[in-house]
């Protein structure tokens, strides 16, 4: 719990050089096996900084936080973990970041995650994959795996990731974490490095409920620097709210598509539920099969527009400079990215292009608000829509790698939610042979606070918070 | 339309999206694209005649305020520049 | 039948800021890339967010060229990879799913023709190229100053109604007016509007030609245009579409390599700016505070100082010209008379100069103080003409008058006397003036410049024919 740290360091308990120190043996004990972080910071100006922030205060007065490197932060290197930005030191902060520090918190460094985003495992880095700290030979999810790791790794209490389609929720998932996709707009994108505007969130991930909560509270708000904010503030941190009388719809067929232990974790969790006094049914999400190719339709349309500014001029991979600008960008983008991220950003470019144009793209934002529409029914009947987070256990490192359907197909549980702009959390639902399982919840569009107030409930019914790896 | 991934269109592919493939990826990469396409294909199961499209998530956007902000200074501006004349920003030739 | 057509770039240079970004919008003079920040440099993360002022403009434009205002406002990006542009896509306009104009099906009258307007955009301007050896084609790199990237710009684009290369000088000055009476457009800044002009005679398809700077350049390339086009026919030639460029120093147009294909811009609706609604109120609002329009100050002018539709069309042609007119006509009331000095001799003067109106130093009063002095015969109209470049230097003119003693001389004797002297000089032409007026008009002249100018005119020829006639 966060609110441990904090109140150690105010009281002088733990010192600050103590508390950066100790992380930073943790660190050094287990990194090389789980490779969370590409950037670490420096630890001596870590803990001068953490020196800093606890005196002059904030709701996170000196915590350290692990930021994933998609979010930009002033002269700390941003790699997106690609080849094309290895180099690339922002001159500015991100919103959240500034949020962030006036808080009082301290970036330890930045995680790693799937080259741009693009991936479920955290296997598409150009810096190699991060490991789970559950089971180092398989994956901890993605793209933002290596914030969960951290998580799991037991390095910090507090980390921020980004998710296009499941990018916090796989991870959370895969590591007994928390991790929540805000509803669309709460939390401000300026300074995201762009993957897919209309589908993607800044989101908080930690090891409880209480800390996502509060840390949500910091990040989100509507920010004039980004035009697809809301007007929106929470009025207050998020607290518990009990779950009796609460109407759950759990997605039947989604849960057909899951693995059988999966399942099992998952009925396990609702019995849970049931006990607490919320109503179960069973329902349909209807459309899952059709919401994943629409997702992929949109998500790498946007992609390939996104990506197109990466040429080497102004910053970036820009080994090639002779010739003119056709020859010199196309060679840069052609060695600076992965072939996940050129694969996306060609099938991008194909579905904007004159012809295909309407035959996918505007197809699949049809099918998006069928999905919506779809889901507005549904949460007129319930509150929260339950599911497995993921609908497999942690895959192995390389086993869905090198096929991208089957990669693909790992979302179908978690894109729904960036189709629909609501809210998605995932929080331990429990183990199968040591590795972790999630259940997923999803809420009416602003229902974030209803979320996190469940999860700090549900948490203590189930036990399972505050995990640390046994690595 | 059926979609036929073949080397006229990896071509066209590259030309509009400025990333050149090597002849060792292309193989792979045709292969790929044609079962990616074949999966969006899915989407055409459904009648959507009577649906309109979602552009975008957030109904209504936000204006600004016409004033000014300061910018970055110069230094900033091109610290992550590797070509730098008299503090221009150095792009490649504009004849193809 | 030749079609004219007009695409016209208009800086929006009196912004304070630029269009998607608080970067002050007065880049003119300033060193390279000292006015940018991460959105108009193209940084990872940036987003765009619209400048209200340049939407409040665009929708007053829009008025006054009588257009359907839409009912969203929505962009689109339009892809394409060149080294000034800083994303690799321009955020603008364009008809199609999810974007539309911010104006279309408008009408402007020119001299008794309507030229339909067909649609106007609101879009960003690309950074500037400059090239090391001054021309593009034999440089190996290109120079760029990101201080112009992000400015906003409107284009108007007009049906091919223009008839002709008059027509197309007098719709591009008309358009300038309006745009400076709106205050969108500081049009005497170089580069502030810029057209790109499409010519079609008939037998031939149209061709293109882009960036003309002025309205007189416009005029120029088009006569250029139809001569060379009608020629070509008429040899057989066939005109097919194309592009060219216009060269200022050798007055013609030079054809720029045919392109293989059609640019395939990709467009899409841009997911970081959420459609924006432009209700009727908010559109009376703006048009309750609107300046005077030209055409409607005309109109005033002929009303409110009885002076011709000719002599206020004239004035209004140039905004500094009608508000001078305006301040002037506060101290001098014979306003057909302040009219005729300041479109005749004072707006030529300047013209010939290549002065602008803003260049003058003359003040309203030292207008109407020179105007009073010839009304009170104490100048002749002669020095008055005189002395109006040293007023426009920014002299009082009667301080002129007084030191270079140019006071009229109304002594019908002295006139007589020079004038008797003159006609003794010149026998011959005094006798062939019995006959002949216009020899009077010669001895005249001669008596003028006897007198210095100074000579009231009115007497000098009474007392000429008076004498003529006595011989």
Request: proline share 5%; hydrophobic share 35%.
């Amino acid at each position: 719990m966060i609110s441990n740290i904090l109140e150690k360091l105010k009281t002088g308990n733990i010192t600050p050089e103590e508390y950066v120190e100790k992380t930073f043996e943790r660190i050094k004990k287990v990194e090389e096996k789980v490779n969370a972080f590409v950037t670490l910071r420096n630890k001596e100006e870590v803990i001068k900084e953490v020196e800093e922030k606890v005196k002059s205060g904030g709701r996170l007065a000196g915590s350290l936080i692990a930021i994933k490197d998609a979010i930009s932060t002033k002269g700390i290197r941003t790699t997106c973990s690609s080849l094309m930005l290895s180099d690339y030191v922002p001159p500015y902060d991100a919103t959240v970041i500034e949020k962030l520090k006036k808080e009082g918190a301290v970036i330890i460094g930045k995680t790693n995650m799937d080259e741009f985003a693009m991936g479920s495992t955290t296997e598409t880095s150009y810096f190699g994959p991060t490991r789970n700290p559950w089971d180092i030979d398989r994956t901890p999810g993605g793209s933002s795996g290596g914030s969960a790791a951290a998580l799991a790794a037991g390095y910090v209490e507090l980390a921020l990731g980004s998710d296009t389609g499941g990018s916090i929720r796989a991870p959370a998932a895969f590591t007994a974490t928390f991790g929540l996709k805000p509803s669309y707009g709460t939390v401000s994108r300026y300074g995201l490095i762009a993957y897919a505007n209309s589908l993607e969130q800044i989101g908080p991930m930690a090891k409880n409920a209480e800390d996502l909560g509060i840390l949500y509270s910091i990040i989100s708000g509507e920010d004039w620097r980004d035009a697809t904010t809301i007007k929106f503030s929470l009025e207050k941190e998020p607290y518990e709210i009990p779950v009796k009388g609460l109407r759950i719809g759990v997605l039947s067929d989604i849960m057909e598509m899951s693995d059988k232990v999966v399942k099992g974790s998952i009925e396990n969790m609702i019995n849970k539920f049931s006990s607490e006094g919320a109503t179960i049914d069973y329902t349909k999400l209807g459309y899952a099969e059709y919401a994943l190719p629409a997702y992929y339709i949109i998500a790498m349309s946007e992609a390939s527009s996104n990506l197109a500014r990466y040429d080497g001029v102004r910053y970036g991979f820009s080994k090639y400079n002779q010739g003119s600008w056709v020859e010199v960008y196309s060679k840069n983008r052609g060695e600076g990215f992965g072939k996940e991220v050129k694969r996306r950003i060609l099938l991008g470019s194909f579905i904007l292009s004159a012809g295909y144009y309407e035959q996918f793209y505007i197809r699949a934002l049809k099918v998006r608000r069928l999905i919506k529409s779809n889901l507005d029914q549904l949460f007129s009947k319930y509150d929260v829509l339950l599911s497995p987070t993921m609908p497999i256990l942690p895959p192995r490192l390389g086993e869905v790698i090198n096929d991208p359907v089957k990669m693909y197909a790992m979302d179908i549980n978690t894109v729904i939610a960036n189709l629909s702009a609501i809210p998605a959390l995932s929080m331990p639902a429990g183990f199968y042979n040591n590795l972790p399982i999630g259940v997923q919840m999803m809420g009416r569009y602003l229902s974030d606070s209803l979320l996190i107030g469940i999860s700090i409930y549900m948490e203590k019914v189930t036990n399972l918070y505050d995990l640390t790896a046994p690595t | 339309m059926k979609v036929i991934v073949d080397d006229n269109l990896i071509k066209r592919l590259e030309r509009l999206a400025l990333i050149e493939i090597k002849d060792v990826e292309k193989e792979d990469l045709k292969k790929d694209l044609n079962e990616i396409i074949e999966f969006f294909n899915k989407i055409d199961e459904l009648d959507l005649s009577k649906t309109e499209p979602l552009f975008h998530p957030i109904e209504s956007g936000k204006l600004r305020n016409n004033v000014e902000s300061p910018s970055l200074n110069r230094e900033e501006a091109l610290s992550n520049v590797k070509r730098k004349e008299n503090g221009y920003i150095i792009g490649p030739s504009t004849v193809e | 039948m030749t079609k004219i057509g007009l695409e016209v770039h208009v800086h929006l240079n009196t912004l304070r800021t630029k269009l998607f970004c608080s970067c002050s919008a007065c880049y003119v003079g300033k060193d390279p890339n000292t006015v940018t920040c991460p959105v108009c440099l193209g940084l990872p993360g940036a987003i765009p967010v619209l400048n209200e002022e340049a939407l409040k403009k665009a929708i007053m434009v829009a008025v006054a060229l009588n257009c359907k205002i839409a009912p969203k406002l929505l962009f689109t990006r339009k892809h394409y990879f060149y080294p000034d542009m800083a994303k690799n896509y321009q955020i603008s306009q364009y008809d199609g799913p999810g974007s539309m104009a911010i104006a279309k099906d408008g009408i402007v009258n020119i001299s008794g023709e309507n030229v339909r307007i067909r649609r106007i955009n609101i879009e960003e301007d690309p950074a500037k190229s400059v090239y090391p050896t001054g021309s593009m084609l034999n440089s190996n790199y290109t120079l760029l100053d990101y201080n112009r990237s992000g400015v906003g710009l409107l284009e108007i684009v007009t049906e091919p109604d223009i008839t002709g290369a008059k027509e197309a000088r007098i719709f591009m000055e008309k358009l300038r007016s309006i745009l400076e009476h709106l205050n969108v457009c500081d049009c005497e800044m170089e580069g502030s509007m810029r057209a790109d002009v499409n010519i079609s005679v008939e037998g031939g398809e149209r061709v293109e030609v882009k960036n003309v700077g002025s309205s007189k350049d416009v005029e120029d390339v088009i006569k250029y245009e139809i001569a060379r086009q009608r020629a070509a026919i008429t040899q057989g030639i066939k005109i097919l579409r194309e592009t060219r460029h216009w060269d200022n120093d050798r007055k013609v147009t030079i054809p720029i390599r045919l392109k293989e294909s059609e640019e395939d811009y990709r467009y899409f609706p841009d997911p970081d700016l959420p459609p924006y609604e432009i209700s009727d109120n908010y559109v009376k609002a703006i048009i309750s505070e609107m300046p005077e329009l030209p055409d409607n100050r005309a109109k005033r002018f002929v009303k409110q100082y009885e002076i011709t539709e000719y002599d206020a069309n004239v004035l209004v042609m140039e905004k500094a010209l009608a508000d001078f007119f305006e301040k002037s006509a506060k101290y001098y009331n014979n306003y057909k008379k302040l009219a005729n000095l300041l479109i005749n001799d004072y707006l030529r003067w300047l013209n010939d100069r290549n002065l602008k109106i803003a260049d003058s130093k003359a003040t309203p009063e030292s207008i109407a103080k020179l105007m009073k002095m010839l009304d009170n015969e104490k100048i002749t109209i002669k020095i008055v003409k005189q002395i109006l470049p040293e007023i426009i230097d920014g002299k009082d003119p009667e301080e002129i008058v007084k030191e270079r003693n140019l006071i009229a001389i109304t002594d019908r004797s002295y006139i007589e006397r020079i004038a008797r002297e003159v006609i003794e000089q010149e026998k011959e032409a005094a006798k062939a003036a019995k006959n002949d007026p216009r020899v009077i008009n010669y001895l005249i002249g001669k008596i003028m410049k006897k007198t210095s100018g100074k000579a009231d005119p009115i007497y000098t020829r009474e007392i000429v024919l008076q004498i003529i006639n006595e011989l």
